[in-house]
Nanobody, 121 residues
Framework: QVQLVESGGGLVQAGGSLRLSCAAR????????MAWYRQAPGKQRELVAG???????DYADSVKGRFTISRDNTKNTVYLQMNSLKPEDTGVYCC???????????????WGQGTQVTVSS
C-alpha cells in the first residue's frame, strides 16, 4: 500500500506565504514525476507545478515567480513554497506522483487527499 500524505495548508492573508509538503509512504521502489494540482470552487482542477526526479520543474503561468516546487528524494517528499499569495490562489491543493511499488514492474499514478489553502483579501 502506498499513500501520499499532505500537510501545510491553512488560512493566510494576501501577500503571505505557505509551504505545502507531501510525503509518499509505504512499500515503494521509486518515484518518478511529482506535481501539485489545485481546484478552486466551481473550477476545473489545474496543474500548479511539476518536478521530475532529477529536479527539472515547470509552473503554471499564474504562479511563476511566486511558487517554488522542490523535492527531497531521500525523504520521498515534494514541497510547494507559495509566496505573495493572492485570493485567486484559494483552493484544494493535491499532490500527485507516479510511483513504482516494490515488486511491481510499472509506475502508477497516486493522489493525495488534498489540503485546503485559503487566501483572504
Amino acid at each position: 500500500q502506498v499513500q501520499l500524505v499532505e500537510s501545510g495548508g491553512g488560512l493566510v492573508q494576501a501577500g503571505g506565504s505557505l509551504r505545502l509538503s507531501c510525503a509518499a509512504r509505504g512499500r515503494l521502489f521509486s518515484i518518478n514525476d511529482m506535481a501539485w494540482y489545485r481546484q478552486a470552487p466551481g473550477k476545473q482542477r489545474e496543474l500548479v507545478a511539476g518536478i521530475s526526479r532529477g529536479g527539472s520543474a515547470d509552473y503554471a503561468d499564474s504562479v511563476k515567480g511566486r511558487f517554488t516546487i522542490s523535492r527531497d528524494n531521500t525523504k520521498n517528499t515534494v514541497y510547494l513554497q507559495m509566496n505573495s499569495l493572492k485570493p485567486e490562489d484559494t483552493g484544494v491543493y493535491c499532490c500527485n506522483a507516479r510511483i513504482r511499488r516494490l515488486g511491481s514492474e510499472e509506475a502508477v499514478e497516486y493522489w493525495g487527499q488534498g489540503t485546503q489553502v485559503t487566501v483572504s483579501s
